[in-house]
């Protein structure tokens, strides 16, 4: 599966005079999701193979919970954690949705 996305959040920062700072964010955006399933079955001795594929486009959302560490005045480093769903499933008992972690460095200009 093959998931191409782009969002547009919003953060909010808890004010603390420390340097690690505490968030929220959330978002909404857009994705296209490519996927492609193969298996096989096997009735009476006999075996067959079977392929199955698609593509569609869902709108999508996600929140975030995170603490970012102050290194200088424009330099940060963060962890969250991200949830994000869609509106569209690959099928109704199958969704996509997930939770994931992220590292990263915030640049402030």
Known sequence: MQTNS??????YDVPTRKRFRPYLGGGVGYSRVDYN???SASVNGF???????SSFNS????????VSYAVSSAIDLFTEAVYR????????YQSIDSLGFQLGVRYRF
């Not at 782009?6 to 953060?11: D, P």
């Not at 709108?59 to 995170?66: A, C, E």
């Not at 769903?85 to 109704?92: E, I, L, R, V």
């Open 6 to 11: 782009g969002f547009l959040n919003l953060y």
């Open 59 to 66: 709108l999508g959302y996600q929140g975030k919970i995170g």
């Open 85 to 92: 769903g869609f509106t569209m499933k690959m099928s109704p």
């Open 37 to 39: 399933i193969n298996g």
């Open 47 to 53: 075996t067959q193979a079977r392929s199955y594929g």
